[in-house]
C-alpha cells in the first residue's frame, strides 16, 4: 500500500494551497481517509477527513471554515483544499488510510493503518 502525498510548498500568508493524495495497492473505497500535519517540536495533529464516501467529513476547529477535504474513489484520491493559510498552518502534512466499515470516522491517529510520507507547507507572514 503506498499514499503518495503532494502540493505542499511555501506561501504568503492568506494564500491558498491544494493538497493531493494518490492511493495505491488498496482497495480505496473501504478506508476512511485523512489528512493529518506535524508542526516541529509539536505532535501529529488530526486536521481533516472523511468517511469511506465521502459524506461524512471532520475537520479540526482550527481549519474550520477554511480547509475542505473532499476524495475522488475512481481515482484513489484525496484532496485538501486550504484558504486563508495563516503562519501557524506551517507543517508536514500527511494523508492517513483507516480500513473502517460503512460510515465510521475516526480522528485519533493510532487508528489509522497507512501513512503518506508528507508533504511540507510553509505559510510566511
Known amino acids: 500500500v503506498q499514499l503518495q502525498a503532494s502540493g505542499g510548498g511555501l506561501v504568503q500568508a492568506g494564500d491558498s494551497l491544494i493538497l493531493s493524495c494518490a492511493a495505491s495497492?488498496?482497495?480505496?473505497?473501504?478506508?476512511?481517509m485523512a489528512w493529518f500535519r506535524q508542526a516541529p517540536g509539536k505532535e501529529r495533529e488530526f486536521v481533516a477527513g472523511?468517511?469511506?464516501?465521502?459524506?461524512?467529513?471532520e475537520y479540526a476547529d482550527s481549519v474550520k471554515g477554511r480547509f475542505t477535504v473532499s476524495r475522488d474513489n475512481d481515482n484513489k484520491k484525496v484532496y485538501l483544499r486550504m484558504n486563508s493559510l495563516k503562519p501557524e498552518d506551517t507543517a508536514v502534512y500527511y494523508c492517513?488510510?483507516?480500513?473502517?466499515?460503512?460510515?465510521?470516522?475516526?480522528?485519533?491517529?493510532?487508528?489509522?493503518?497507512?501513512w503518506g510520507q508528507g508533504t511540507l507547507v510553509t505559510v510566511s507572514s
Open positions: 472523511l468517511s469511506r464516501s465521502g459524506g461524512r467529513k
Open positions: 492517513a488510510a483507516d480500513r473502517v466499515i460503512s460510515s465510521v470516522f475516526h480522528v485519533d491517529k493510532a487508528e489509522y493503518d497507512y
Open positions: 495497492g488498496v482497495t480505496f473505497q473501504y478506508y476512511a
